[in-house]
């Protein structure tokens, strides 16, 4: 198991850890303890230990928290992006600070201005033998979480659960993914200089550390990744009984209807499916086009991906791949597709050709590929595009309706009457309707799959919901009217029952005769 970093917060907050000289400036140095299952097991005693003792923090310490949170990302934005363009060897700037940073302090900022309201207990109606009684659903933290977050976006994919967790009032334990350690230890410093060791602790290392948190007696635990390792994150979990979010994934079909404009399409799916790379849980997975509008939509595609990648190779704006396993896997897609009688056009605008010395891949729309090759049967997470043709908008729905429920799907069409009917009779997680991947970015929609592509959501409301408990309290009056309830039992209380359930009836026969 690798180290075990738990974050730290300067002298001047409470806490007894070391402080180091960066550039003249006091910067809090996160606390490292052993690197075993022990020393994990003993940060979560710690915690839990910190949050039986002392109250739910108010709504004032929360804002501070958060505020804290947003100042760390904010001055470091650009540090932020060059690490994980270190992590990724070429990551776009650009969608960095759009996707990882931007996206994290609009949430942060999102869940700061609404808290009050999301913690404001919210009363209920009791039934009416109870009354004069009074109901109220209150919202309090679970305890101790974790967070499980993945290599695609390895900072707001992060820091937006966690923001979530803090804003709801727990102590969280935080694993970033093993692929983008650069990253992993700017979060650990971010949060170690904005939080308080006893309310939040980043934890480093391999698959082996995230295996042994999910493992821990959690009060939650939140993973984002593969349905694969998912399977095994809610395995673990269930010897504890924890209460688990997953956050997966699956094929996000795009639907073009018949009469949408080409261009339009190709444009905003080449754009988001393109978009760091494909590597995105919500980027589009396979086109479901009209037969006739295949051909015509290949070219209009080719053409969209040249005008956003004009050039490949030394493009800053298009990522290279995360890892050498990754472009492997997406290699033999490619191949196996091939060798299946798929059609597979690469797109290389600039023919710059194999992009190897780069870890980039070129784009490549597939035609014709079979249902049984392994680009149609896993998710892609890349920027290969399958286009399959249909014949009637039934068959469309027919085919997303046959596969898992995928996290995303994104319908194309400028009649209402057919898009109302796309969602009535399909299942996903989210939906988009005439654009791609923009619906992960709302702060006021929840974001969570449905089946294989998730269980949970989060984002805004959702994301404090989901790290919250709605704990119900009935204030009982001085004088209940439930006191005629209660035994010994007689004429005042079978007067009462024939109010609740109406007097009995005589024995009917069969068919009411």
């Avoid at 003792?53 to 934005?77: F, K, N, S, T």
């Avoid at 309706?401 to 995303?408: D, H, S």
Wanted: proline content about 9%; some cysteine; hydrophobic content about 45%.
């Amino acid at each position: 198991m690798g180290p075990v970093r738990a974050s730290g917060f300067a002298r001047r907050h409470g806490g007894d850890l070391a402080v180091e000289q960066n550039g003249g400036c006091a910067q809090p140095r996160c606390e490292e303890v052993g690197g075993d299952v022990a020393e994990l097991q003993a940060l979560c005693a710690r915690m839990r230990a910190a949050s039986l003792r002392e109250p739910p923090p108010p709504l004032r310490e929360r804002r501070v928290r958060l505020d804290a949170l947003r100042g760390a990302i904010a001055a470091r934005r650009e540090e932020i992006a060059d690490k994980i363009d270190a992590d990724f060897g070429g990551r776009s700037r650009h969608e960095t600070l759009l996707a990882e940073v931007w996206l994290t302090l609009s949430s942060i900022a999102h869940a700061r201005s609404h808290l009050r309201a999301w913690m404001r207990p919210e009363r209920r109606p009791v039934n009416w033998p109870f009354r004069p009684a009074r109901a109220r659903v209150i919202p309090g933290p679970k305890g101790v979480v974790g967070i499980i977050a993945p290599w695609n976006y390895p900072f707001s994919l992060a820091m937006i659960p966690f923001a979530s967790a803090i804003a709801a009032g727990n102590r969280v334990i935080l694993k970033p993914s093993e692929f983008a350690p650069r990253t992993a230890a700017l979060i650990a410093r971010i949060v170690g200089e904005a939080l308080p060791p006893e309310c939040a602790a980043v934890v480093t290392g391999g698959a082996d550390v995230g295996a042994a948190l999910s493992r821990l007696p959690l009060d939650h635990l939140f993973f984002t990744g593969s349905a694969r390792v998912g399977a095994e994150i809610l395995r673990e979990a269930s010897a504890n009984l924890t209460p688990v979010t997953l956050e997966l994934g699956g094929k996000s079909p795009a639907i073009l209807a018949e009469g949408f404009p080409l261009d339009v399409f190709a444009r905003r799916v080449a754009a988001g499916k393109l978009f760091n790379a494909g590597q995105t849980c919500v980027a589009p997975d396979y086109v479901l086009a009209p037969e006739d509008a295949v051909a015509p939509l290949v070219a209009a595609l080719r053409a969209s991906i040249a005008r956003l990648y004009p050039s490949l190779r030394r493009n800053p704006d298009y990522t290279a791949i995360i890892n050498d396993a990754h472009i492997a896997r997406l290699k033999a897609y490619l191949a196996d597709a091939r060798e299946r009688g798929a059609e597979v056009i690469i797109i290389d605008p600039a023919g710059e050709g194999p992009l190897d010395d780069v870890r980039k891949l070129a784009p490549a729309l597939l035609c014709n590929a079979p249902p049984e090759a392994r680009v149609m049967q896993e998710e892609i997470f890349g920027p290969l595009l399958p286009i399959v043709g249909y014949r009637g908008l039934d068959a469309a729905i027919a085919y997303v309706n046959a596969r898992p429920a995928p996290l995303a799907l994104y319908c194309f069409d400028r009649d209402a009457r057919r898009v109302e009917d796309i969602l009535a009779r399909t299942r996903s997680g989210t939906v988009c309707v005439n654009d791609t991947v923009l619906q992960a970015a709302q702060d006021a929609l929840p974001f969570g799959g449905i089946g294989p592509s998730g269980m949970g959501a989060y984002h805004g409301r959702e994301g404090f919901m989901t790290f919250s408990h709605a704990r119900a309290v009935l204030y009982q009056h001085r004088w209940p009217l439930a006191a005629l309830l209660r035994p010994p039992y007689g004429a005042m209380f079978e007067r009462v029952l024939r109010l609740l359930i109406g007097r009995p009836r005589d024995k009917e026969t069969p068919c009411g005769k």
